[in-house]
T-cell receptor
Framework: QKEVEQNSGPLSVPEGAIASLNCTYS??????FFWYRQYSGKSPELIMS????GDKEDGRFTAQLNKASQYVSLLIRDSQPSDSATYLC???????????FGTGTRLQVTL | KAGVTQTPRYLIKTRGQQVTLSCSPI?????VSWYQQTPGQGLQFLFE???????NKGNFPGRFSGRQFSNSRSEMNVSTLELGDSALYLC????????????FGPGTRLTVL
């Protein structure tokens, strides 16, 4: 079982719709959770961080964490073509700054 | 505030050579982590440096090494390059704590021929 799992996609949503990206993790000791966006040929860009159960909203983005289910998700409201990218889920379970990444979900927002 | 910088941006080397990559973190950030990204393996953690000490290490051979200077700048070195070392090498900086947000630099694209 992979430590951090994501559906590779592509996830295709029409412009203006809500995109829902999901991630599961195996280490119950995980304490911090991050979503990164990566455009083709670029480096990952931090979108959201979440540390406690529940929802965290930032603009069009909402991160959701459920530690009991070992599940973290990212919702993108009013999806735009510029949101088309690969979204990486990252988890930190240890005492140092090691992030374990999923393989990413490719999102395509269609006109 | 300036972001994370990495030099060089692109490198082409041949098998058996060695390479040194450099990373300058965001001002005030004391932790620097290095990652390797390949199409097959995705993003994998190499090591982390904090206060000039390696705080954590990933599952990579000893050919991969690094160091951090007193100004928090970091370098990583790969010796005896192999074809499989071709990858995007990313550096990320964060504040001192273990669960702080990490911000990535643009990366160094290494091609080994």
């Amino acid at each position: 079982q992979k430590e951090v799992e994501q559906n590779s996609g592509p996830l295709s949503v029409p412009e203006g719709a809500i995109a829902s990206l999901n991630c599961t993790y195996s280490d119950r000791g995980s304490q911090s959770f991050f979503w990164y966006r990566q455009y083709s040929g670029k480096s990952p860009e931090l979108i959201m961080s979440i540390y406690s159960n529940g929802d965290k909203e930032d603009g069009r983005f909402t991160a959701q964490l459920n530690k009991a289910s070992q599940y973290v998700s990212l919702l993108i409201r009013d999806s735009q073509p510029s949101d088309s990218a690969t979204y990486l889920c990252a988890v930190n379970a240890g005492t140092a700054s090691k992030l374990t990444f999923g393989t990413g979900t490719r999102l395509q927002v269609t006109l | 505030k300036a972001g994370v910088t990495q030099t060089p941006r692109y490198l082409i080397k041949t098998r058996g050579q060695q390479v040194t990559l450099s990373c300058s973190p965001i001002s005030g950030h004391r932790s620097v982590s290095w990652y390797q990204q390949t199409p097959g393996q995705g993003l994998q953690f190499l090591f982390e440096y904090f206060s000039e000490t390696q705080r954590n290490k990933g599952n990579f051979p000893g050919r991969f090494s690094g160091r951090q200077f007193s100004n928090s700048r970091s370098e990583m070195n790969v010796s005896t390059l192999e074809l499989g070392d071709s990858a995007l090498y990313l550096c990320a900086s964060s504040l001192a704590g273990a669960h702080q947000e990490q911000f990535f630099g643009p990366g160094t694209r290494l091609t080994v021929l």
